[in-house]
């Protein structure tokens, strides 16, 4: 099974103290969905969590420790493994927030069950930091889904919620969806072994490639062409995303002394170039679909409107922002999971 996480913000904390006996902790909200969705009579509390040894994990990831250059999902495994069970808490250190890992998806259901009407999620740690702080000037106070909490999150998700997932939209992306999923089964077959049929070692990267061409077509309406290596500016963004993704294990699961030394740090000043320069690309692909929207002569239905016209109805900088939250978490989390699927089995027939 993947390795789930989950930072222990407040509400998290909250969650896996509440007892019968700590019901102080538990909100009115939390209460009545306790009552529809039962509680957590026999939680222990958060403190008894199994956790890690700070100077232990220091160690393990210092140059020539077992952590050092290792993938996210060995680390985690690792983790687990120690702790002879499927629940580790890292403890906090460096000014890094402890995070829970867990391997079961029912923990993340219990969370989110008693997070209330206005959760306060501590993730996207290193794009909270972007948008909060460093260009708080362009986000302002709702500075996307991944990085607003409490009732500025809920009035972001109120306003999109009805057209990023609403049953129809599903409907308007299956061709266009088929299309680009086509095209990666013969990018398979172009890159594959003509004898053992196995795909290369960075198979991942295709997969991240097909992702980030799925939810960008979605997100900005058109074709990146990160697939089949078409688009020069696509391909450009897609090699932005993952080194994110690589600076992100660095600053936020690794230590790091970012958060102390801030532009002293030269991974910190390459995330934020690297997000910058995908603010730019983002903004300009929005451009662009802005242009063929007016340059178009099809009169549509509001039904016929892509989800991406829905949101430029609202306001264009809600159009960017959720653009990228979209693609952020769009390419994060379902490479992940199709990666453990890829790795999971060794015979090419069972993937």
Known sequence: MTQLKVHASNSVIKCLQATTKHVSAVTVSQQWQQRHYGGVPSAKPFQE???TSVLKTLWNFMPGGKYSGADLNDITRDLLKESGGNIIKIKSFLGKPPIVVTENPDDFETVFRHDGVWPNRKGFELLNYYRNVHRRDYFGPESGLLTTQDEAWGNLRSAVNPIIIHPKNVKKYLNSLDRINQEFIERIKTIRDAETLEVPANFKDEISAWTLESVGQIALDCKLGVIDNTNPVGRHFFHQLQRFFELSVDLEIKPSLWRQLKF????????????????????????????????????????????????????????????????????????????????????????
């Open 264 to 351: 002293s740090s030269p991974k910190l000043r390459e995330a934020l170039s690297v997000l910058d320069e995908s603010l730019v690309l983002t903004d300009k692909l929005v451009q662009d679909a802005m242009e063929r929207i007016e340059n178009s002569t099809t009169a549509k239905s509001q039904e016929e409107k892509s989800v991406l016209e829905k949101l430029l109805a609202i306001n264009r900088k809600y159009a960017v922002i959720i653009a990228l939250d979209m693609l952020f978490a769009g390419v994060d989390t379902v490479h992940n999971q199709h990666f453990f699927g890829h790795s999971a089995s060794p015979r090419p027939a069972s993937r």
């Open 49 to 51: 969590m199994p956790t």
